[in-house]
């Protein structure tokens, strides 16, 4: 616990001016939760000042105004570039506030004037229908974090200073939020961190000893638990406990002093003497009473420094008229008149604490990350090309086609060092291991003999979490950098639920004009559903893309490259695209090629397209469509039609191969999707489609059931069957495969002789043959592994 | 450092067949990865003898049958009820090898018997078409964790002590492992843990240095750190580290006497002399080499004690001569002919080391939790009804009437002990405070004055965690319990991946007959999309349920009542059902309640029905079908029908509420599936279908996409729009309200004169003036805040 000392850090009228500074917070907060009008109580409260509905929470703001006006004072006296990240977001109130007090609101929103006006203003838009909401949200300057979910502040911090040497991101972890799996592990992001060529996170614990309605585990175990478990986490903590604010700005003060020093110290250590040890970077743990300042007891109930004071402490004025009085006492107990002055301004003594222009934590440019967004630099993606002299030609594996290509784009942009891959341990096994050519894994833990591509500086960020993985991912694209996160398809749910506070943070940030744009967030998904070889069932599951497409349709983007020419196009077109989530998914094991890159980068420009050289209705009405999307079933199609033009060489074949997922849905739902005439013109109106998919077949049920063939379309995909098998069983067990395509199509003709029953009699005796050879022998039959496409 | 002591723990004859029985499970082990023949290794090894596909991991094995073996001796040393969870799951051949050698396996798989044909089938069924996953999976005996995805060791562990007080979890968690977010903050389960009434997790920190293609973190920190680490964590480490095997057995043996022997003595201070003070549980840091006894170089690489021992460290004997020849010698270095005797039996002085009948950690009972499962107690849930004089009575919120159902469960069960609730810190937000009338939140950290409803023992776990929270009722419901999960809408989807496991172990178990089913997974979603008011934009996600039905439709339900007496029947129905995953939807604010219990029930029964009462069609043929699924959509249409009742009186309405979403599933596809007839007789088969949903409005189509009557289905619900406004207006946002559906369905009428015309523009009108008055005063217009049902 930091003492008082003799030699103080602030003089007395310093404090007095912080103190202020922070009451001034304090009473934006109150008054944005509460008031309706009388901005400046220059009358008494009446109920009519009040809103309605009292929305927003208390409990977390005076601790997080108490960071923030003290952070201001080290920002001007270090003239520090930092940025502030709001664990707990729903202390909206705070980061609005300050933001104004700062003037970075007024100039973005001029109609929040700073005066009279405006503060009425700024006090009605709070929570209230047609203006702004309760957390730390996109609307509000400085913020990259909104904290609805809690659990990733840490990590979007980290991410924020990764490849920015000069930034400090000031990040207020909540206690409660330190119980979530997310944050619990992002403490470890200090060995991920290198001390020359990256910022520094300066983690604040909030802890004010509760949540909603319980008491934290962090404010409950022994000091001593917590000093040992914040330094077996690998950091220094600096413990700042009180509730007597003369105290705790001194102490606050002090400690920030310190900190700040070690963290210039640690960094001039790393840059100058070259130490790249891994340091123990400082944090503070503020420890000091949830709804401090607010009212101590209501209606016999103790507020101050409980649970109770996480919402709206004094919930209902309206029907308790000794609450008005009580909310009155409370906003004049931060002196307003002694903060504004009549026309509503901060007094000009107080508003010299702030920093200046970009200094301001609510207008540095970091924060906005779109103002800072260079373009990658690309390499010609066709330089990668696979040679596919004919269809059917195999390759090494599609993704290590592309880790060549991800390689050099790593190369071309180490002098800007803003492009980085992301992967939970996986980025070599999903077959990007070309970029450990040019690059290593950062790491700042112990290294020892045998350690390979393991670097205190690397374009490569692997640790077995993939919350981590897409928390850092995120904090690096907010801040103007680009990325690629690597992962097994199935286990990329685990960040479902970021994924959703991401894509709505980017359908919000579109509508604000004065938010750049910023790089899209790019997922590879290898190691799929089909090809769990030596993993099985609990590793297949396609339906991250379900969820995908629940997002609005102008932020999400969804790519399934059948061949390795085509996943080069489509990653080139994910790397150049701003805003949106783009998803691709891709197989790492050897398959055949099937365009070559001339084919491909039209095919994949066009996202969907008929496939001529395999199909046999020369341009005319076919009999049937053969609809493919993804790398596995687009081998089982063809090779269905392979057995098709063999043996019922009058049926006249289209084959349909779908790149880009968005283009089945209707124009009017998704900007790729097609016309109806297009769509039409595809799939015609009336022939039988087989549709073979990489995922679950219902979502292309969905994408399409306002099309006019709709009624003919038969999807086949993963139907939740599996375990450790063969790969081409993996498709028979799910009908997917060439055998089961070939006999449902020959059930939707509209006539079938003779050959097409004897093939259906043959195909299915195939299928049990299949299932004793790969019983006997644990791999798949001879025609399946050796099969080419010869048409 | 465990180091040797004079005393020693084990005697030489027992130290050398306890690492013979270790021996013997590392054979069996590497066996199963690559011996399709020569199982005793009779004759020298030949390539014909080689599986052609590979498939498994070794790095993780040795480690975790070395723990298995030690564990079999303090089960017997101390009569210990103990059970065995392997974090890294995909040691799968350790767990098959040890349940074999303790005689399980050929008890549950006579096939697999205990001699040499017996050893020949259990190495091929591993890893091969028609055999065994490669994980901890269900057919494994003694398994409640897979394991595929990392992370969820702990929590299910600590799931399966709560109300075991006699139980004891071995967890081996892997270093890896130890990285994701779910199993950092597992650690702190132990203050949830009450040493009187529950059982103890003994979790072994499996630190063998890495995991797939990296070091791990936790071992390269320093020692001090990693103890610093763990202590503040709440544990007390014991060290047990090398790789001298006869240095490590005895260490091993020492220390696992020193911390059973500390369990028991906390659990006798806790129960003899009631000391509930929160002990610091002792766990084992087990620091041995990644793949200890394999291969130490192949090809010129390390591969003992380094990342390259994860899986087959000798990967292609096809194409490498001499590495046969290595295999053979791995494989003959644990000397096969002292395990085993000529017909392929464990010798006899071996197998006695394993403990006898239910002791043995592959018969335990409680890892095959429906043996143990016993019918929860419920009250008559129509003792809680809602006393409905006449439609649309406003009730207190929904879920606050459950709160009384629930809190009854809790108390007509508080012998059995067999009955939990859990949840992130929301069990009052989301309306169930009755139960803290009877009962507290568990809680053993330190406590305070105010503190509210926290006691070392209590039916309900909160945690800000909902891994946490899934993690444990997983746990608590494989050993055969009870539970609710109650969770906001948005942040389950936290859980997506968890859920998703889950699912897939129940649909697995469920073809397994000796299995015995479970109690469902019960997910009650309070604080729904459509009610954020404190929160906006990033607490709106209905999306979990398109989510939940990608999984078997034999193991998932979801339910969307609309009232309180619908709620409490639905609920009733899911807490008796087995091994399902079962979603209720319900909100928490006053709303609107509409049926009866009689006619609730029935409806329940039904799970989708025509309301009588809102219709006029009187039985006859509608003119428009107006669906509903949710509270607010219900309250909406009910709302648009009373409109249109008033305006367009000649207007025929059948009005049908859906209450099991998985009625509109065709029967083929889900077991609840309405028949053809039965769908067409409520929806027709050509009138429009005005369809107001709670989620994602799409999930319907897909649903009945296949339905007669399909192209007329008009689905409003949820498209991603929302922030911080009044509960009408979220309606609004996104075209559910009452107005648009009347508009929605004058637009569908095949014939429309003046009198729609004139009400469309009334209503167009109407939403204009609602979008002023919530602007001016923050809350609905007084004719949407107090309109009433009144036909
Ligand atoms: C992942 C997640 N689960 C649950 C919630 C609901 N919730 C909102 S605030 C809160 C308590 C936050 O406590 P803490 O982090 O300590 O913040 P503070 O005390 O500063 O308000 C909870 C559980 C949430 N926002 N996110
Ligand atoms: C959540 C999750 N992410 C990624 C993987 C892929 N994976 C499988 S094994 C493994 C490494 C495991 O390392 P560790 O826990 O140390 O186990 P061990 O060393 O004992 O094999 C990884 C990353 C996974 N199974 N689960
Ligand atoms: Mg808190
Ligand atoms: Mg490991």
Chains 1, 2 share one sequence.
């Not at 300042?293 to 029907?319: C, M, N």
């Not at 398959?591 to 395999?614: F, N, R, S, Y």
Request: glycine share 8%; hydrophobic share 35%.
């Amino acid at each position: 616990m930091t003492t008082m000392q003799d030699q103080r850090t602030l003089s007395p009228e310093l404090l007095h001016n912080i103190d202020a500074y922070w009451r001034a917070a304090n009473y934006l907060s109150v008054g944005q939760i509460y008031l309706y009008d009388n901005p400046l109580l220059k009358r008494p409260l009446e109920l009519a000042d009040i809103k309605h509905m009292l929305l927003g929470h208390w409990g977390t703001t005076p601790g997080q105004n108490f960071v923030y006006a003290h952070l201001n004072r080290i920002i001007k006296k270090f003239d520090l570039d930092m940025i502030y990240v709001s664990g707990p977001g729903h202390g909206g109130p705070s980061v609005v506030a300050n933001t104004y007090l700062e003037g970075t609101y007024s100039e973005i929103y001029p109609e929040i004037s700073q005066d009279e006006a405006g503060l009425r203003k700024l006090f009605i838009q709070f929570s209230f229908p047609g203006g702004i909401p309760s957390h730390a949200s996109p609307e509000c300057p400085g913020s990259i974090h909104e904290g609805g979910e809690l659990g990733y502040s840490l990590s979007h911090s980290f991410g924020a200073v990764f490849d920015n040497p000069e930034l400090i991101v000031a990040c207020v972890v909540g206690d409660g939020e330190a119980e979530t799996g997310p944050l619990a592990t992002a403490w470890h992001s200090n060995k991920f961190l290198n001390p020359a060529s990256d910022g520094a996170v300066l983690p604040i614990l909030h802890l004010n000893g509760y949540k909603i309605a319980n008491p934290t585990v962090l404010a409950r175990i022994e000091h001593e638990e917590l000093d040992q478990l914040l330094r077996g986490y690998g950091w220094t903590p600096h413990f700042v406990e009180g509730d007597d604010p003369e105290l705790m700005h001194e102490a606050m003060a002090t400690t920030l002093d310190t900190v700040i020093e070690q963290i210039k110290r640690i960094q001039h250590n790393a840059r100058e003497n070259g130490d790249l040890t891994r340091p123990r970077w400082p944090m503070i743990v503020l420890k000091s009473p949830k709804g401090w300042t607010g009212p101590k007891v209501v209606d016999g109930v103790q507020i101050e420094g409980t649970f109770h004071a996480h919402q709206v402490p004094l919930s209902d004025p309206a029907t308790h008229p000794e609450h008005l009085q009580q909310l009155e006492d409370w906003l004049r107990s931060y002196r307003p008149e002694e903060l504004f002055d009549d026309s509503g301004r901060l007094k000009t003594e107080l508003a010299e604490l702030a920093p200046q222009g970009d200094r301001r934590m609510g207008a540095n440019p970091h924060a906005n990350g779109g103002k800072l967004l260079q373009d990658l630099k690309l390499p010609d993606f066709r330089d990668y090309a696979v040679h596919v002299p004919q269809p059917g030609v195999q390759g090494i594996g599609d993704t290590h086609e592309l880790g060549r290509f991800i390689r050099d784009v790593v190369e071309m942009n180490s002098d800007e060092q803003n492009f980085r891959v992301f992967g939970p341990d996986e980025t070599a096994s999903n077959g990007l291991e070309a970029v450990f050519n040019v690059t290593d894994r950062q790491w700042d833990a112990r290294t020892v003999a045998n350690d390979e591509s393991l670097a205190p500086a690397g374009r490569v960020m692997e640790m077995l979490s993939e919350h981590q993985c897409e928390g850092w991912l995120e904090g690096y694209l907010l801040t103007g950098r680009h990325g690629l996160f690597n992962c097994y398809e199935a286990f990329i749910h685990i960040v479902d639920s970021m994924f959703n506070q991401h894509a709505k943070w980017l359908k919000v940030t579109s509508g604000l004009p004065w938010r750049h744009k910023i790089a899209s967030l790019n997922y590879l998904l290898a190691s799929h559903v089909w090809r769990q070889d030596h993993n099985g069932f609990t590793h297949q599951d396609p339906g991250f893309i379900d969820h995908v497409v629940n997002k609005k349709a102008s932020v999400v983007r969804v790519y399934l490259p059948p061949d390795a020419n085509c996943l080069l196009s489509v990653t080139d077109h994910c790397l150049r695209s701003r805003h949106y989530v783009n998803v691709v998914i891709a197989g790492k094991h050897p398959a055949p090629q099937w365009l070559t890159m001339e084919a491909a980068e039209k095919h994949c420009a066009e996202g969907i397209g008929v496939w001529d050289w395999a199909s046999n209705d020369d341009g005319g009405e076919p009999d049937v469509v053969m609809a493919c999307c993804g790398d596995v079933p687009t081998l089982e199609t063809l090779a269905a039609v392979s057995i098709m033009r063999e043996h019922l060489p009058e049926l006249k074949i289209r084959v349909v191969n779908v790149v880009d997922l968005m283009k089945l849905q209707p124009q009017t739902e998704h900007p790729h999707g097609l016309s109806d005439d297009a769509f039409d013109a595809l799939f015609t109106q009336d022939k039988p489609v087989i549709f073979a998919f990489h995922a679950y077949p219902w979502l292309i049920h969905r994408l399409t059931y306002r099309r006019t063939n709709h009624d003919n379309f038969h999807v086949r995909g993963y139907k939740e069957e599996g375990t450790i098998t063969t790969p081409f069983d993996m498709t028979v067990l799910n009908d997917l495969d060439r055998f089961h395509l070939v006999m449902d199509t020959i059930d939707r003709l509209p006539q079938t002789g003779e050959p097409e029953a004897t093939l259906k009699r043959q195909l299915a005796d195939k299928l049990i043959v299949h299932r004793q050879y790969i019983c006997k022998h644990g791999r798949d039959m001879p025609e399946i592994r050796e099969w080419k496409w010869s048409h």
